[in-house]
């Protein structure tokens, strides 16, 4: 699914090309897209508007259209636009053309991807606020503002970085990627963390983020260009994807686990693992006594 690094990377290729023009067409395939709107009325908005702007917020894209008008573009898992593709793409769901005869396809295999179009400022605010929480690479993005928002959570830390209600934009790659650069072990309860910690945390967030954007992203499934291309950030993953290889850091071998559901990867020597919930084998020893080797059977 493309994080807030890949729709950057498609805000930044796909402003210039759009900013000013007119849409002289727009043809929605799927009614999906809009939905519960009907698909009709928002190709007939969409028809004559200018493109004012192409913002971002978290994961979303933001087209400012004259009549004060803002289309909110969700890409979810398999979303992809392509400024003129040499031939018609299998998957297309909306079709958009300019006055200077360009066209804009949206291709999405999965039909997860939304767009939706709202009134004004407020109607955008309100759309996103209920969907999203705090920006990062914002003045707003601190350290006490991410303990605040843990305090008394006892989810693991990594399920709280992907929860986009509260942080917008970090996904699988960048919460793997923030928290390795942060040494915190991705099973610690949020709420545990230290300020000391939400520094750390806060900061391998903004790195991993800036990476990725600096790398135009990380095509590991559908995620391309405009233009079709890769993005590179896929060959820059310190952790992510890296079981079984060594910790660029320390050496150790990365394990991939499982939190909240999701693939993950960790080195547990640059990321110690909590104690409490550490394998049964070990807590039952004192630290520094001999245990033998560790079971087997846990290293799955
Ligand atoms: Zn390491």
């Known amino acids: 699914m493309p994080e807030l690094p890949e729709v950057e990377t498609i805000r930044r290729q796909l402003a210039p090309h759009v900013h000013g023009r007119t849409i002289v067409d727009a043809r929605i395939l799927d009614q999906r897209w809009t939905r519960p709107d009907p698909p009709g009325p928002v190709e007939a908005v969409l028809r004559g508007a ?6 971002r917020a978290g994961k979303y894209l933001v087209w400012v259209l004259s009549g004060d008008r803002y289309l909110l573009q969700h890409l979810r898992m398999t979303g992809t636009l392509l400024y003129d593709p040499p031939a018609p793409p299998a998957h297309t769901r909306v079709l958009l053309e300019f006055d200077d005869g360009h066209r804009l396809v949206y291709v999405d295999p999965r039909r997860f991807g939304t767009g939706h179009l709202v009134h004004g400022e407020s109607g955008r605010d309100d759309y996103l606020s209920a ?10 993005f601190t350290a006490e503002h991410l303990r605040r928002l843990a305090r008394g959570r006892t989810a693991p ?3 709280f970085l992907l929860d986009q209600r509260r942080i917008a934009g970090v996904g699988n790659i960048y919460a793997d990627e923030a928290l390795f650069r942060a040494r915190i072990h991705p099973l610690r309860p949020a709420g545990r963390l230290t300020a000391g910690d939400w520094a750390r945390v806060r900061d391998g967030i903004e790195e991993a983020l800036s990476a990725g954007i600096e790398a135009k992203g990380a095509s590991i499934d559908d995620f391309r260009h405009v233009d079709g291309a890769r993005g590179s950030f896929q060959d820059l993953f ?3 994807r890296r079981a079984g290889r060594p910790c660029p850091r320390c050496g150790t071998t990365i394990r991939k686990i499982v939190v909240g559901g999701r693939g993950t990867y960790v080195c ?6 909590p104690r409490a919930i550490g394998r049964a084998s070990r807590a039952a020893v004192p630290e520094g006594q001999a245990a033998g080797p560790p079971p087997r059977s846990t290293r799955t």
């Open 50 to 55: 200018v493109v004012e702007g192409l913002e």
């Open 131 to 140: 969907r999203i929480g705090i920006e990062p690479l914002t003045p707003e």
């Open 157 to 159: 830390v990594k399920a």
């Open 238 to 240: 310190l952790v992510h």
């Open 268 to 273: 547990e020597r640059c990321q110690p693992r």
